[in-house]
């Protein structure tokens, strides 16, 4: 149930209720916990909420009148076609995050990131079957295999980079 209930739930929002536990529990949170206040404490300016949203967040014109990256912290809002439908896209802040940490996960540089994220964003929108305009879910489904894809190239290449250094 509780896999069920994290699959459900978008990086955005995952990473909004991750922040606001860490602030409330202050002093627990076992191994991770002790590890992300290790890196705020190491690198305080670089892991500010500010500074999370700046890095990835995406452009929100319509909602604040400003083409500055940034997280909003709210809900997706639903199709109603014409303008709704852009205050719908920019409500959507998850590929960002997901694409981070994902990155992270199969140890690519970050300098890579460039060439990756335009390309995973190719690739999730080719994978996205929605059965119908307000299947916000089908989105979440898509990022997801994407990066089970990703991962799965990435086993294959350390096993072949593995397997040929031992020759």
């Known amino acids: ?38 890196i ?8 500010t909420r500010a500074a999370i949203s700046r890095a990835f967040g995406t452009p929100k014109p319509t909602l604040t ?15 109603l076609m014409g303008y709704s439908s852009r205050i719908m896209a920019e409500s959507w ?3 960002l995050l997901y694409y981070a940490a ?3 996960e199969v140890h690519m540089p970050p300098s890579q990131l460039n060439v990756a ?16 305009l ?4 089908a989105l979440l489904r898509s990022l997801r295999l ?11 290449q350390m096993a072949a980079e593995q397997k040929a250094s031992l020759q």
Request: hydrophobic content about 35%.
């Open 1 to 38: 149930m509780v896999q069920q209930a994290i699959e459900a739930t978008t990086p955005a929002e995952l990473y909004m209720v991750s922040s606001e536990w860490l602030g409330k529990h202050t002093s627990d949170g076992g191994t991770v916990g002790a590890e992300i206040r290790r």
């Open 40 to 47: 705020a404490s190491e690198s305080s300016a670089q892991v």
């Open 65 to 79: 009148g400003s083409y500055q990256p940034e997280l909003l912290s709210i809900r997706t809002f639903p199709t």
């Open 93 to 95: 802040e998850s590929n």
């Open 102 to 104: 994902l990155a992270h």
């Open 117 to 132: 994220v335009p390309e995973w964003t190719q690739q999730t929108v080719e994978k996205i079957f929605a059965t119908h």
């Open 134 to 137: 307000e299947d916000w879910p």
């Open 146 to 156: 994407l990066g089970d894809d990703v991962r799965e190239k990435a086993r294959k």
